[in-house]
């Protein structure tokens, strides 16, 4: 006979999410897409959207599809190798062709500029109700929150407003507020490495006759076997070539903390003086140079406090060598969106809690392995998913275990598995 659930109608849910970052955002498309009624709070009024080249593997682009987003107004780049340049000639000393990376994994390898990716999101967040998308989100601007009261399911922000939630959806980044609120103390400290992050136009890389940058449509690397390393990549449309370059914090002594920290490019040459002359040809004329200080967090004991969850770098911060941290929140959303599902109503239909229980069963010890590998490749490129291979060392995090990764299934099975305890 089936369940009284099974015939009841869809429950709906009040959620609230801290934060409209990407990971926020991210969140809130995977549960209107479940027919929940989700408000994201943003304690700024996005006059200051900032950043850089965004790559996203199939573990998380797959979500991106999924949930009908509109890949091409992001104007990405299909990334199609791995390059490796020697440090100081630039000759190419490895490739990792991605040919035929759609055909093992599903979904391209994408490259995205970090607006580009925020304007798409939020434009599907404010997209109109329909039988597809679910309710229309709402997006509250200057909303900072202070605080959460998780068995009440208050919000408490700075101008004296208040909020309350059946699900509260913290994504309010790596100096997240609401994790304080829910009792957890980051064990943190800083990196070693620091990062410069720039950009150049394609079409400035041709007068400069440095075409082969704008033409390759890879990831190339310079260094990575210490901390030194040069990131390069094509985003929006190809029409933009970002860099993230990578230095020893004891170089300028920076202690300022952001990510955000304005640079010259006389300081961004100077840091890396035997390196590729072309690259510091490329370098004398970027544009938006920031400075950016990195730390690295140990997991932390726990993502969730009765109907409150965290959710992308409030959950799991990491250090960014895997270009994994996007696809992390991604996938943090994704897995909201299938367990506050009708599939898995019965888990949560009488206690939200439950939900974010089997959440944070579904997410933390895939995102901590994650985490840990990034810390790694930070001084070695080997540990680099595409690099890597679990035949230099067992346990190794490879490619195939992060992109070809089934959520669904693995949500699936941790149900049958909890089930079969339970008889």
């Known amino acids: 006979m089936p369940s009284a659930i099974a015939n009841s109608p869809p429950k709906s849910l009040n959620v609230a999410i801290i934060g409209s970052g990407l990971g926020g955002l991210s969140a809130a498309i995977a549960l209107r897409r479940q027919g929940h009624h989700v408000t994201v709070y943003e304690r700024y009024d996005f006059a200051n959207e900032v950043g850089a080249s965004l790559s996203v593997a199939s573990n998380g682009s797959r ?18 190798k791995l390059v490796m340049h020697e440090w100081s000639s630039g000759e190419v000393k490895g490739e990792y062709g991605l040919g035929d990376y759609k055909a093992r994994f599903g979904t391209e390898y994408f490259n995205f500029h970090r607006i580009d990716m925020h304007n798409v999101l939020l434009d599907t967040v404010k997209a109109e109700s329909s039988d597809e998308m679910g309710p229309q989100g709402e997006i509250v601007v200057n909303h900072k929150a202070l605080e959460v009261l998780p068995e009440k399911g208050i919000i408490k922000f700075e101008n004296g407003n208040t909020a309350t939630a059946d699900l509260i959806i913290a994504a309010d980044g790596i100096r997240s507020l609401t994790r304080t609120s829910i009792g957890i103390t980051p064990q943190v400290e800083s990196s070693t490495s620091c990062c410069y992050r720039c950009i150049i136009q394609s079409s400035k890389l041709h007068e400069l006759g440095l075409s082969e940058f704008v033409l390759s449509n890879g990831i190339e690397f310079w260094g990575g076997f210490g901390i030194n390393k040069i990131v390069m990549s094509a985003c929006h449309d190809g029409e933009t070539i970002s860099c993230y370059c990578f230095y020893p914090a004891s170089f300028n002594g920076l202690s300022k903390d952001g990510w955000n920290i304005s640079a010259s490019p006389e300081e961004l040459i100077a840091t890396y003086p035997d390196l590729d002359p072309r690259l ?36 799991h911060p990491m250090l960014p060598d895997q270009s994994q941290g996007f696809c992390m929140a991604l996938e943090d959303a994704g897995a909201l969106g299938h367990i506050f599902s009708e599939e898995f109503r019965d888990i949560w239909e009488n206690d939200v809690g439950k939900g974010l229980e089997l959440y944070e069963e579904v997410r933390k010890e895939r995102a901590s392995r994650v985490q840990a590998a990034s810390a790694r490749a930070r001084t070695d490129l080997s540990e680099r998913i595409g690099w890597s291979s679990s035949t230099d060392r067992p346990g190794k995090l490879t490619i195939e275990e992060v992109c070809g990764y089934d959520m669904l299934a693995h949500i699936r099975q941790i149900v049958v598995d909890r089930s079969s305890t339970q008889v």
């Not at 979500?63 to 199609?80: G, N, R, T």
């Open 63 to 80: 979500f991106l599809e999924q949930w009908k987003v509109d890949i091409p107004a992001v104007k990405p780049v299909v990334l199609q």
């Open 280 to 315: 510091h040809a490329l370098f004398t004329h970027a544009t938006d140079i920031k400075m950016w200080r990195l730390y690295i967090h140990q997991p932390y004991p726990y993502w969730h406090k009765s109907i409150v969850g965290l959710l992308g770098d409030a959950a």
